[in-house]
Each structure stands twice: as C-alpha cells, then as structure tokens.
C-alpha cells in the first residue's frame, strides 16, 4: 500500500505521462494531497478519508480507465471539502455511519438574533461529488481520445514536423449546450438525493453539490448565483447557472451567450425544476468550486421562507456568496459591478 496520497497518485500519473490522460486523476490538486497527507496527522476524519482514498488508488493497474479512481477521489474530496470548512469556520464535525441514513457533517450554527448572544445549534451537511455524464464511459471516451492524440502527434513527428498538433475535446457533461448541461446535473444530482438523510435530526439538512470536475469557465462566479445578469463584456444577458440549479422551473425562458452579435440570446427553455424546487425536504444546497483549499468557492441558496433556519444560517456562515428565491442578494452584485466599473 502507499505510504501516502501524494505517494499513490504520483504512482499513477508516472505510469500514463507517455501515452493518455485520465480525467478523474486530473481532477485531484498534487498540492491539496500533500496537504492532507499532513492534516491526517491531526485529523481522525481526514486520516479516514485519506486512507480510503489510497487504498482505491492502489487497486488501479494499468492505464485503462478504473472506477476505483471515482471512489478515491470522492474520499478526497470529502476529505478536501471538510477541511475547507474547518479551516474557514471551525465548528465542524463528521456524523459517524449508522445503520440509518445520515449526512456527513454537523455544523453548529449561532441561531440567536440578539448581538453578542450566542445559541448554538447543529445544522447539517450531506456531500454529493458529481463526475462526468453517462458513467464511466465518457472517462472512457476521453481517455482513449488522448491516446489517440498522442499517437498522432508521435506520428507527426516521425514524419519529421517540426511544430506537432492534435485536438481533442473533454465535454464532461456531453455535447449538451447551456441547459443541456443544466438539466444533465440536476439529474445527476436527483439520482444521488435520499430523502431519508434529509430528515436526520431537526430535518435541517443542506445539500453539498461538488461541481469542481465538470470544470465550468471563471466567470465572475457571484453572478451565476442571480436569475439573470448582464454581460457587459459579450453585450447581452445570461441566465445564472447555479441560481438556475436551485430555483428553476419547467418552462423558464433561460438566456445564453450569443455565438456573434446580432445572433439570439435565448436557449431552450427549461425542461427539469431546481433542486429546492424538486425536493421540499431539502432545507439549502452549496454548489462548491475549486480543488485547492485556497480557491475553493461555496455558492449557497435557501427558500426565503426558510430564511431565520438553522440550514440557512449554515449557508451564511461557510459560503462566499448566498442568494434565495426572491433574489433578496442580487443587489451585492450590482454594488461590486459598480465599484469595477469606477475603478
């Protein structure tokens, strides 16, 4: 067994560097490994976590696509996802299995509204890490994709070309457009939600949705948490992703990037309902971001009614930027637009 995560990782990436790539190894951060290699030295829960993961890693041989690689980077990930908490807010622990369904984490969240009076009480964290579409076999695709690619480009060379290309192309989601990719995530995400861990405890349960695979483009990320918002780069206005995630509904005209000026600003309309729309016992949802502790990002949203819960309380305290139905936040992004516009 390796000794460490970074140990079994670096083991696989050696074993493929001549002839593919393999998209789920791509997705853990070398960096982050070495860093909970460390904290499971501290760390009970990581030490788990940490050892799960290497012990799925050690099972791939080869350099064909594995599912093990799918199990041990969801152990990372938790691993990853909680320590970000930890290091963010601190009140953070793991809910031990039990022969009932549980989240994962407990949170405890201040509850009082009186100033310098404290009141804490548990909400909680269920993790969900969302990979490709279709299984494994878009792992699959991909990785035979980059063997082809690397043996045309050795092919080239042979041929004695001095400058060598090949293009590949990695569509985590499919070939599926904006809301293609909208209702395939809302999909993904209704096959992993179990309505039994949702009424754990005080039924104040938030879903955790990691989306850092899927690999989306940096926009300014707090607009994605508005309905609609204006583009002022592309000249037009779009529809917000993780907003859209949340609160959509059957039929909501969704906007999009123009291919060209002048070209429509209108996908197709939506045809699946957000994830606080779909599952009512689902108190708030985090989509979160990034594979390192440092640029790790968590998007949350809760109903307006349930705005004073213990759930969204946990929203507030651990994301970067929080919104709800009645789009109470869309006005921080406007103030930070105007501020980058006056600078």
Not at 43 to 70: M, P, Q, W
Not at 232 to 255: E, P, S
Request: aromatic share 12%; with cysteine.
């Amino acid at each position: 067994m390796s000794s460490t995560l970074y140990d079994a990782l670096i083991r696989i990436c050696n074993g493929m560097a001549l002839y593919t790539t393999n998209e789920t190894i791509k997705a853990f951060n070398v960096e982050t490994c070495k860093l909970l290699d460390d904290e499971s030295s501290k760390d009970s829960f990581i030490a788990n976590r940490v050892k799960k993961a290497i012990t799925e890693l050690d099972k791939v041989k080869g350099i064909d696509y594995d599912s093990h690689c799918r199990t041990a980077y969801e152990s990372y990930n938790e691993a990853l996802t909680y320590l970000a908490i930890k290091k963010k807010y601190g009140k953070i622990r793991n809910i031990p299995e039990q022969s009932s369904a549980t989240p994962d984490f407990e949170i405890m969240v201040n509850c009082s509204f009186e100033r310098g009076v404290d009141d804490m009480q548990p909400a909680y964290l269920e993790v969900k890490t969302l990979g490709f579409a279709e299984g494994n076999n878009l792992y699959k695709q991909c990785q035979q994709d980059a063997l082809d690619c690397n043996i045309e480009l050795e092919a080239q060379r042979r041929e004695g070309k001095r400058v060598c290309s090949a293009v590949r192309v990695v569509a985590p989601l499919g070939l599926v457009g904006f809301v293609g990719e909208i209702e395939e995530i809302l999909k993904k995400v209704g096959n992993n939600v179990k309505k039994e861990q949702f009424e754990y405890g005080n039924g104040e349960v938030v879903l955790y949705v990691d989306l850092n695979q899927l690999t989306f483009s940096n926009d300014i990320e707090m607009s994605c948490c508005l309905p609609v918002y204006p583009d002022l780069k592309r000249k037009c206005v779009q529809t917000g992703r993780y907003w859209t995630l949340a609160f959509g509904r059957i039929g909501d005209r969704i906007y999009t990037q123009p291919e060209f000026e002048g070209r429509r600003n209108f996908d197709k309309d939506l045809n699946a309902n957000g994830v606080l729309v779909s599952y009512p016992y689902v108190k708030g949802v985090i989509f979160g971001t990034g594979s390192k502790i440092e640029n790790k990002r968590f998007y949350g949203f809760y109903r307006a009614k349930d705005s004073e819960s213990n759930a969204a309380l946990l929203i507030e305290a651990i994301c970067d930027f929080y919104n709800d139905d009645i789009n109470s936040n869309g006005f921080m992004y406007f103030e930070e637009l105007n501020e980058t516009l006056n600078q």
